[in-house]
């Protein structure tokens, strides 16, 4: 088990994996400890500070990516979270055609992805957590024998509903960052009005339930 999500973490060896749009780069590390890690590194930023305050309400949850801890660079200006290191992207769960063309997973398959994604959209909804970006590069899957995990991570652009006086999640107020991405936004989003982040979230992800499906 590692440390909670406001632990500070210290990492070794950082070596590229990938990158993940212009904000975020993705590296392979070690922890003082010797455990392997997935590092992603980011600026020090408002996206930063409130990725790690959903994760933090959002707990644990098994189809919410497990954030082992945090660290900031010397100068303060980037930050990294590091997530364990068995996390692979869900575009690797598809089949794939001879000219390597994603192909849609089986009816059955598909239908264990939209149970485990809808459980986990339900969890953080619940955690009053809107995450206004699903889509494909924001799932990841971990794997162990036959079975598959998917996982909802990046919470950058995440909204976090205030509780009101009776305790609850207000969720009265609506949203007005036009944000996200494009190919999986909601309509109200794309026509600049003030929306639902919680039904935005559904319709996104019925969009990534039509990749699945269809490749």
């Known amino acids: ?32 400890s010797g455990g392997r890690v997935v590092v992603c590194v980011t600026e020090a930023d408002a996206h930063a500070r409130r990725e790690l305050a959903c994760f933090e309400r959002a707990g644990s ?26 996390y692979t992207d869900l575009g690797r769960l598809l089949p794939r055609a001879a000219d390597g063309r994603p192909l849609g997973l089986a009816e059955e398959q598909a239908y264990k992805v939209a149970e485990q994604l809808l459980a986990a959209v339900c969890h953080i909804h619940g955690c009053g957590i809107a995450h206004r970006d699903l889509k494909p590069d924001n799932l990841l899957a971990t794997r162990k024998g036959e079975d598959t995990t998917l996982v909802v991570t990046d919470f950058g ?8 006086a009776d305790g609850a999640f207000d969720t009265a107020p609506l949203c007005r960052e036009l944000l996200g991405t494009v190919s999986h936004a909601a309509p109200e989003i794309l026509a600049r009005r003030p929306y639902d982040g919680r039904k935005a979230d559904v319709w996104s992800l019925g969009i990534v339930l039509f990749g699945v499906l269809t490749g």
């Open 61 to 86: 949850h098994p189809n919410v990516a497990s954030l082992l801890g945090h660290c900031t660079s010397a100068d303060g200006k980037r930050c990294f979270l590091v997530f364990p290191r068995a």
């Open 1 to 32: 088990r590692g440390p909670a999500p406001g632990a500070q973490t210290q990492l070794r060896g950082m070596r590229p994996h990938l990158v993940d749009g212009a904000q975020k780069s993705v590296y392979l590390a070690l922890t003082a």
């Open 157 to 164: 652009l995440s909204h976090l509903y205030e509780r009101g």
